[in-house]
């Protein structure tokens, strides 16, 4: 029986990132996918005739350059699109604008209110100061404070300098911002509703907090580290969809020698004397692997793949209280002619970015209150795209795809699970709300696919449907990602590793967690990692 | 007229200030607004033969420290023994004994072990934290050799507690208290406990990231030298005051009460003296505020002689107080579970949450929890007063205090009336107090206990502003000594102390 070098579980694009990086690096990698198609939750699907639809994830920016290059994905057929513009409706028949062009933006701020223009350029000033003290953070394994090691020890003295580079009103700040709620952090700035409103969006997507939570202001800057063409914080589409971005990473992966093997679900992972030795797959196939690297959720591969007499209790404990909350749904939306809304002047470029109806951080919060009690929520948010707009390739001329994007969405109903009519109520909540700001929107519905944390997880296998394979708070960032003690994408057992967004530094389509898990294995293995170029440093 | 020092506000902490700077040989005036001093800590005759403290009700951060500086027990304080934390829910109650439940009462034997679990490790954690909270914050980017050596210390001393409590410090330590309880414990009265003690006072809810810090710091206090101690003062608040007052006046502090400050003088980019309503003016070579940083500089000192970025940081300082009193006078003693202490209504965390909730939109809770203590001590025979804290309840109310009062009062009753029927019936006087009652009757800035928010972003080296973190002001000979600074609120006296000892050491130019 062959025995591979690398057996990853589950061909998402952190998955299929660290299989590209290791097979570069002259191992040979098998990627097991229990669907019929790679991808993960960066999928294009095509689930009514003439349509492709980013099912899961929808808008990309995170995604790191380096490994865009490292893996050479242009050559094999990744293109992001960058978008200028979106608005979020406000009731009054009114909206507010986004563009990317902060003069623009400042002077659209000026509209509602030229004390929140001025502010704005404060803000956007130490949004980015934020932003470039958490960047570099992204590529590097988190050290473990509790540890001696040299490489620990190393790693703490350069978050110390870089931290100790700033002036002391800096440190300040840069410690409040962790902390802080974003509703917090914004009051500081402005004062308009719908400018807060538009802003704390970013706060708290896919996670299970409302805006006025501490915490939430880092959830912000996790959605600003971004970038496209090296315009930070600009986000884009993937040309063809998401799945672009993992068909590039599959088709990379294959022409540098590796194998994929979909429709091929991992039931369990072998272990022998504390060492993985391979995994065992749902018909009951052995396949041996020296390292078994696991792209699943951490809860998913340990408290599921792995059996649990095999690990520590306090690990198994640890693992039990990782959070991992279902917060958003999707609602994804064919349509035979483009939705109009009668509040954008014609030709407005806003249409082809993300739109809005959540005019106040009041409504967010509320939304929230919803989910906490069970229910989804009632007036939910929603981020809302037209991708077709910009990407032709996905539909044909005249018709659209909408993805609509939707929090809060609980995992369970009332701590029930989910049923059809649940579905379909929740997805007719969402209908509803975008039919008020866009007159005869039903009629031009001609399929739609609504989505809970239910199918995520059926489907992606992302437990409680939780995009980010685990909530962004304090308790699970960093060191403490996915829990203490093992940050750095190893496991109690022996050749067993994780790579998913489980671990630092979290969720997004990013491949940070893929590459930096690559990175450990060879450590492991004392192969070098030439195929790695080097992270860059400054924004 | 010339002083050394004059110190503004004789609550705990001015007087706690003017008694240290006292003891130094400096001559010190202090000046109350009120006609008595204790600010909030004091006790009033709220209704006829009806004595009640109505503002804190417990004594359960009173820094050791702070008793032997002022030699308080010389001076007349008088704590007496530990009060039990009872628990109030519609399923029955649990009675936590000693420091924060070292033996509880009404819950099943394996949950009592989950707890001792939990409240091991939160008070070891506690204890970590206390030295930090003693001490002076150091501000950013002037660390001396001595708050390096500190930090390296506090390090190696967590280190060396091994690994785990290594780990879970640094995971615990910002996370919401409703985590760690739900991983602990499944009775829903305890849980509804730790959530309530760690949420009282803040503008968090038990879900809220952050939230179990309220709790650690509950906890790093205590009296009598146990941990999460408490005690209902004999004789109120007013006594424990009271003692503080003797003190400061055995020191040769001059309080002068009745005396509002209009103004601090500042001449020559220097603080100088007040000027009081009256248009007096007193000249001094240091001025102490122990009220909060805003009133203090963009009231007392105004904006012309600050930093235009300080002003901005000030202006915004969440100062806004978010829990209400109620005082009833009963003309019966009521039944409560056979027992006396502090007691807390509250039937699950989710309860807790849920009365959060309408806070946030400047809404109050349709079905409060509050905590409350019930005194037979200062009222005529067979009577009683029950001095009720009812978080959750904001300074901004949308429908207005007006309305408010009668709604929330209402609304308290009603839990009260499941738990002692008839209680209601023998209610001869009841007062609402919502913070901006507090603020206008006791002069309590904002209406809020702790001048400043005591969240993540406003404590040690970030408190209240990192630029006014140790004690001085950037107005030179300006020193602030309240709740709002380091270590923050509770009527512990520290920030007093360490304030008028930074002045002494000559940190104040």
């Known amino acids: 029986m062959k025995t591979w070098d690398a057996i990853i579980i589950g061909g998402g694009h952190n998955g299929l990132v660290t299989a590209c990086y290791l097979q570069r690096s002259g191992l040979d990698v098998l990627v097991l996918e229990k669907n019929d198609w790679v991808g993960g939750a960066a999928v294009s699907r095509s689930l009514t005739p003439g349509f492709t639809y980013s099912n899961c994830s929808y808008v990309c920016s995170l995604f790191r350059p380096e490994i865009m290059r490292d893996l050479e994905l242009p050559k094999h057929g990744l293109q992001i699109i960058g978008y200028d513009g979106g608005c979020t409706f406000t009731r009054d028949g009114d909206y507010l604008a986004n563009y990317c062009d902060h003069d623009r933006h400042r002077r659209e701020f000026a509209r509602f209110s030229p004390r929140d223009a001025e502010a704005y350029d404060r803000y956007a000033r130490d949004a980015s100061r934020h932003t470039r003290f958490i960047q570099p953070l992204l590529m590097r394994t988190a050290p473990d404070p509790a540890s001696f090691r040299p490489r620990d020890i190393s790693e703490l003295l350069y978050l110390g300098r870089k931290f100790g580079e700033m002036s002391g009103k800096q440190m300040a700040e840069t410690l409040r911002f962790w902390t802080m709620s974003v509703s917090d952090y914004l009051d500081q700035y402005f004062e308009t509703d719908v400018i807060k409103a538009y802003l704390a969006q970013s706060g708290i997507i896919g996670t299970a907090l409302g805006p006025m939570s501490p915490g939430t202001a880092y959830v912000l800057l996790h959605h600003y580290m971004g970038e496209v063409d090296g315009s930070t914080g600009s986000w884009g589409y993937a040309r063809g969809g998401m799945g672009a971005i993992t068909q590039a990473l599959a088709k990379s992966f294959e022409a540098s020698g590796g194998t994929v093997r979909t429709g091929a679900g991992v039931e369990q992972v072998l272990v022998r004397n504390g060492r993985s030795e391979g995994v065992l797959l749902e018909g009951g196939e052995e396949v041996r692997g020296r390292k078994v690297v696991s792209n699943a959720d951490v809860k998913r591969t340990f408290l599921k793949l792995v059996d649990e007499k095999d690990l520590p209790e306090k690990f198994v404990n640890r693992v039990k209280n990782f959070k991992i909350r279902g917060s958003s749904g999707k609602v994804n939306i064919a349509l035979d002619s483009l939705p109009v809304f009668p509040a954008l002047p014609d030709g407005s470029p806003c249409i082809r970015g993300d739109l809005h109806f959540t005019d106040t951080v009041e409504r967010l919060e509320r939304g929230y209150d919803d989910w906490k009690a069970g229910m989804w929520s009632k007036d939910p948010f929603l981020d809302m795209m037209i991708p077709t707009m910009m990407d032709p390739s996905m539909t044909s001329p005249g018709k659209h795809f909408m993805s609509v994007f939707v929090q809060y969405c609980p995992p369970k109903v009332q701590g029930r699970d989910w049923t059809d009519a649940d579905r379909d109520a929740f997805g007719e909540t969402v209908i509803s709300q975008i039919a008020e700001y866009s007159p005869g929107f039903r009629d031009r519905i001609v399929h739609k696919e609504v989505r809970t944390p239910r199918e995520l997880e059926a489907e992606v296998g992302l437990t409680e449907g939780n995009i980010f394979q685990g909530e962004l708070t304090f308790d699970q960032l960093l060191f403490n990602r996915p829990v203490p003690g093992y940050a750095q994408y190893r496991s109690p057992i022996q050749n067993l590793y994780i790579c998913g967004s489980s671990t630092h530094p979290g969720g997004g389509v990013m491949g940070a967690p893929g590459r930096n898990a690559a990175k450990e294995i060879l450590r492991d293995l004392k192969r070098g990692t030439l195929s790695f170029s080097e992270a860059h440093d400054v924004i | 007229m010339s002083f050394d020092a004059i110190v503004i506000g004789a609550g705990h902490n001015g007087l706690t200030a003017a008694t240290v700077l006292a003891q130094s040989g400096r001559k010190v005036l202090l000046l109350e607004a009120s006609v008595e001093v204790g600010g909030g800590a004091r006790t009033i005759e709220f209704h006829l033969g009806f004595k009640v403290s109505p503002v804190a009700h417990v004594v359960n951060r009173l820094h050791p420290k702070v008793i032997s500086t002022l030699k308080l027990e010389k001076h007349g304080l008088e704590l007496g023994a530990l009060a039990p934390t009872v628990v109030l829910s519609s399923t029955g109650p649990v009675v936590l004994h000693g420091g924060w439940g070292d033996r509880l009462d009404g819950v099943a034997s394996e949950e009592d072990r989950k707890w001792g679990e939990m409240r091991k490790v939160l008070l070891g954690q506690a204890a970590f934290l206390t030295p930090f909270l003693a001490r002076k914050a150091s501000q950013f980017g002037q660390f001396s050799w001595r708050d390096k050596a500190f ?126 309503a ?232």
């Not at chain 2, 309860?351 to 005194?375: H, L, Q, T």
């Open chain 2, 151 to 276: 930090l390296a210390g506090r390090a190696v001393t967590l280190r060396l507690k091994g690994r785990e409590k290594f780990e879970d410090l640094l995971r615990m330590l910002l996370i919401c208290v409703a985590d760690v309880a739900e991983e602990y414990l499944s009775d829903d009265r305890l849980q509804a406990l730790a959530a309530f003690d760690a949420v009282l006072g803040q503008r968090l809810g038990p879900r809220s990231p952050t939230s179990l810090l309220g709790l650690l710091y509950k906890l790093s206090g205590g009296v009598n030298g146990v941990p999460g101690g408490q005690v209902v003062p004999i004789g109120g608040m007013g006594a424990v005051a009271a003692s503080f007052a003797a003190s400061a006046r055995a020191a040769g502090v001059e309080l002068r009460c009745g005396a509002n400050v209009a103004r601090i003088l500042v001449e020559d980019h220097r603080a100088v003296g007040v000027i009081l």
């Open chain 2, 278 to 509: 009256d248009g007096s003016e007193v000249r001094a070579r240091q001025v102490v505020s122990a009220t909060s940083p805003q009133a203090t500089l963009l009231g007392m000192v105004g904006p012309a002689h600050l930093d235009a970025g300080l002003v901005r940081s000030l202006s915004i300082l969440p100062g806004k107080g978010n829990v209400a009193k109620l005082l009833l006078a009963l003309d019966g003693v009521p039944d409560l579970a056979g027992m006396a202490g502090r007691f807390v209504v509250a039937d699950s965390l989710n309860e807790v949450e849920r009365a959060f909730n309408p806070s946030k939109y400047g809404e109050v809770p349709d079905r409060p929890v509050f905590e409350f203590v019930m005194d037979k001590s200062g009222t005529p025979d067979g009577a009683a007063v029950i001095s009720a804290c009812i978080p959750f309840a904001p300074y901004d109310l949308k429908q207005g205090w007006d309305k408010g009062r009668k709604a929330l009062t209402k609304a308290v009753m009603a839990r009260l009336e499941k738990h002692s029927p008839g209680i209601g019936k023998s209610v001869v006087h009841a007062e609402l107090l919502a913070p901006p009652d507090l603020e206008s009757k006791y002069g309590i800035p904002g209406g809020h206990w702790h001048h400043v928010d005591m969240s993540a972003d406003r404590m040690l080296m970030l408190r209240p502003l990192h630029e006014l973190a140790g004690y001085q002001s950037t107005i030179p000979g300006l020193t602030l000594c309240g709740a709002g600074s380091h270590p923050g609120g509770g009527i512990s006296g520290i920030s007093g102390l360490n304030a008028a000892q930074s002045v002494i050491a000559g940190d104040a130019v």
